[in-house]
């Protein structure tokens, strides 16, 4: 008889066979990637004869590879330097004047020379090493030299003279061995030393030290402008060439950036026209050499550019801000950046007045801060006025905002903003001329675009801080933003000229936030509150009818992208809060209470409802009708106070839901939600009315809809058993269950259990879903209602170890049985989803 094995077992040995063959496969791959590999190598040289071995650089692997030779000679260097260190400080002492001046003479000399011939053999990488350690024997002789000769001379002056007299050796020295790439530029970093070592030995201050470095600054560019004669312009005969040339530069760079940082902080700090003399010089004395550089280096004319055009700016404000009072120094530099752009349309060259308009543009970006906090008082200070409702009318701007601005800002905010936006506008109109030549033309549009939408906006603040900066009537504080949010939604729903999309969302944007800063301002008093809100619901309702949807036409005739329906949509949800809000505070207006302005307040769903009727599926429809429908739940939220009322606003929303029902499209949704409003309103009347028998009101309405669900379901087999018994079967059994949670006598939770079982095992004979589950969690509840008692009884009675033991048993079992436990999750899943 053949043994045919158990197919779980056979099917673990496919599997092991399966593995096993996977891992051979991965096994023979990489032999053959590593053959491939092999094949695909050149050939083998023949073996090199005495002449060629003679000749050429020995290829066997027992030559030391260059990375090899390079740590070697480094380590050879490191320790003759410290070997002649050690001399120097230690054994120096053993040997007279003559000897020590011979034996330093001799050994620096012989290691500056050595390199010489290294370089004509061909060893360069040696020749470094030893021309490095000559270097530092260089330094060693010009510390044995003031310990012993010039130990009187002031530490940091010998210094400053030290470096200059090694920065001189060492560039002759590195510009005679050309084939040396460390001399020079050990020549330039230690050129950068001597006049800030000297001003530092002279008793420093920030001025002295800023001198210096921009004397460094001069003297590097001068190195840096000066060209290489013709016999050493090769870099490949002189590698060192480049490098040094790269960090005169950056050492230019670097010290006339500290210059100009230094000065600057002088012109700051300084607080008489006659302390401001000194670092005016100095700033005009940076910008020189910027605009110098600028036009002798094309290819960095844009930054030296910046940097001196920044330089002007402190230069010419520095004095003004000492004459004039405080508050407007931010505007003197402003204005001084505003001349500074004046010179974009001169003759210059055209990195030139790049980067000076860089330059101001950087100094108008940094004045716009100064303003910040007039227009962040303008735009949030009319929070404050929801403490303070219907108070009475404030004693001018500044009262009804309920903020105090120093006196710095009640005349200058304005007037950065102005000029910040007249910059911009006068970027937006020299851009195409500015900057054709350096990015492409899409960005310039983008940049035009971008610098028209700042200057509006930087125009429309200037507008809106006026009246808290000249602390105007509130009316006008009213009439400001009202006007200018009109303004800003005509520029929206109508967008035209080179703004286009952009300028059309910036203006929605400006319009929002204009219309948020006003709405709270306006609860000084009643009729300012009314007239506000109706005029800004006016204005929301007719941008959203007068949006263009299609295509937006430019002046120059191009279309920009359309601004689509969301925008629409965002005006009409707007329009929808605001008159609820018009709502509410004319019914407080009114006198009325709380919960009759609850019922008030349903007459925005009830038309947001019939507009839906009208729109149908229009992309606005959706928004809107959820923005009506948190409209009511606001109403709900102010009806908690009294239970009749709650209970009347939940049926009237319960009608105008089952109103919006009655469309195809919302039948589903709304009918769900009209069943859920009523059935939530039956509750709340009988709890309002002390009843304690729910069941002669709520049965009636249950018979009734089960025959109104039997008959649907008869006509229409598809339809759902929720649609058809849920929200009967909810009438009665959700009341019951509450009632009977609370009730202490057993007649109540008996009959409504023996009800909840029979309708889960109807629910199960007849393929309902909705009374299967809506029986069986009714009846769950009812009996861990009657067991609680004693569940409590016997936990109480257990050892306090033994909860959580079983606990961990049933977490273990039902971790063993994962996979079964799935299987039956899914079936009963299976099995709900075949019932109706």
Avoid: K
Avoid at 171 to 187: E, K, N, T
Avoid at 632 to 654: D, W
Avoid at 700 to 729: E, F, I, K, M, Q
């Amino acid at each position: 008889m053949e043994n045919v094995p158990h197919p779980a077992r056979e099917l673990a040995l496919i599997d092991q066979e399966l593995h096993r063959m996977e891992t051979r496969r991965g096994q023979l791959l990489t032999r053959r990637s590593y053959l491939v590999t092999v094949l695909a190598r050149p050939a083998a040289p023949p073996p090199a004869t005495h002449a060629t071995a003679s000749t050429a650089s020995p290829a066997s692997p027992a030559a030391a590879p260059p990375s090899a030779q390079n740590v070697l000679l480094t380590l050879g260097g490191v320790l003759l330097t410290v070997a002649a260190t050690a001399f120097t400080l230690v054994s120096w002492g053993h040997l007279g004047i003559g000897g020590r001046s011979a034996v330093l003479t001799v050994i620096t000399l012989a290691a500056l020379a050595v390199p010489a011939v290294l370089l004509r053999r061909g060893l360069s990488s040696t020749a470094e090493a030893v021309a490095a350690f000559g270097l530092v024997l260089t330094v060693l002789d010009a510390y044995a030299l003031h310990a012993v000769a010039l130990s009187g001379v002031d530490g940091l002056r010998y210094t400053a003279v030290a470096c200059a007299v090694l920065a001189a050796l060492w560039g002759g020295y590195g510009a005679l061995l050309g084939g040396l790439r460390g001399p020079l530029p050990a020549a330039v970093v230690t050129a950068q030393l001597p006049l800030l070592l000297w001003s530092v030995a002279g008793g420093w201050t920030m001025s002295t030290v800023a001198w210096a470095l921009l004397a460094t600054a001069v003297l590097d560019t001068a190195v840096a402008l000066w060209p290489l004669p013709r016999r050493t312009a090769n870099p490949a005969r002189h590698p060192s060439r480049r490098a040094a040339r790269g960090l005169v530069v950056a050492a230019a760079f670097t010290t006339a950036g500290v210059a100009l940082f230094l000065a600057a902080w002088s012109s700051v700090d300084a607080g008489t026209p006659a302390a401001m003399a000194e670092p005016a010089l100095l700033l005009l004395t940076c910008a020189a050499l910027g605009l110098f550089v600028a036009r002798r280096a094309p290819e960095a004319a844009f930054v030296c550019a910046a940097g001196a055009g920044l330089a002007l700016v402190v230069a010419v404000g520095g004095p003004l801000r000492t004459v004039v009072p405080a508050g407007w120094a931010v505007l003197g530099y402003l204005l001084c950046a505003v001349g500074l752009l004046a010179l974009v349309r001169t003759r210059l060259p055209r990195r030139v007045r790049q980067g000076l308009g860089a330059a101001g543009g950087a100094v108008t970006a940094v004045s716009l801060p100064w303003a910040l906090p007039s227009v962040v008082a303008t735009l949030l200070g009319g929070a404050t006025r929801v403490t303070e409702i219907w108070s009475g009318v404030p004693d001018g701007t500044r009262a009804a905002l309920g903020v105090r601005l120093a006196s710095s800002w009640q005349l200058t905010a304005p007037l950065v903003l102005a000029t910040a936006a007249g910059t911009l506008f006068f970027a937006y109109r020299l851009l195409p001329r500015l900057a054709p030549d350096i990015v492409p033309v899409t960005d310039v549009r983008r940049s035009r675009t971008a610098a028209l939408c700042g200057a509006g906006v930087l125009g429309w603040a200037t507008v809106l801080v006026v009246p808290i900066v000249w602390d105007l009537p509130y009316a006008v504080a009213l009439v400001v933003p009202l006007v200018l949010t009109a303004v800003a939604l005509a520029l929206a729903v109508r967008p035209r000229g080179p703004m286009g999309t952009a300028g059309a969302l910036t203006a929605l944007i400006v319009a929002s936030a204009g219309a948020a800063s006003v709405a709270p301002l306006s609860l000084a008093t009643r009729p300012a509150t009314l007239t506000v809100l109706v005029t800004l619901s006016a204005l929301f309702a007719a941008a959203a009818v007068a949006l263009r949807s299609g295509p937006v036409q430019g002046r120059d005739g191009s279309e920009g992208p359309a601004l689509g329906e969301p925008v629409r949509a965002l005006l009409a949800c707007v329009c929808v809060g605001l008159t609820t809000a018009l709502v509410v505070a004319g019914s407080a207006a009114a006198g009325l209470p709380v919960a009759t302005v609850a019922v008030t307040v349903l007459a925005v769903p009830a038309a947001v409802a019939l507009l839906g009727a009208r729109l149908r599926e229009h992309p606005v429809a959706v928004p809107v009708e959820i923005t009506g429908g948190a409209a009511g739940l606001l109403a709900a939220g102010l009806a908690l106070g009294s239970l009749p009322v709650l209970a009347l606003v939940l049926a009237l929303g319960g009608v105008i839901a089952a109103g919006t029902a009655v469309r195809v499209e919302r039948r589903r949704v709304a009918g769900y939600a009209a069943t859920a409003l009523f059935v939530a309103a039956t509750w709340v009347r009988l709890g309002a009315s002390g009843v304690s028998v729910p069941e002669a009101y709520t049965l009636p309405v249950t018979v009734a809809a089960l025959t109104v669900g039997a008959v649907r379901r008869r006509r229409d087999p598809a339809a759902s058993s929720w649609t058809a018994y849920g929200p009967g079967l909810a009438a009665t059994l959700a009341p019951s269950l509450l009632a009977a949670w609370g009730d202490p006598h057993w007649a109540r939770p008996l009959l409504l259990g023996l009800a909840a079982l029979a309708l889960t095992l109807a629910g199960a004979r007849l393929r309902l879903r909705a009374p299967l589950v809506l029986g069986g969690a009714v009846l769950a509840l009812v009996a861990l209602h009657e067991l609680a008692p004693y569940v409590v009884q016997v936990v109480g009675a257990l050892p306090r170890w033994l909860p959580p033991a079983l606990a961990g048993l049933l977490l273990l079992g039902v971790g063993a049985t994962y996979e079964q436990r799935l299987r039956d999750a899914r079936r009963v899943r299976r099995s709900l989803g075949r019932m109706r």
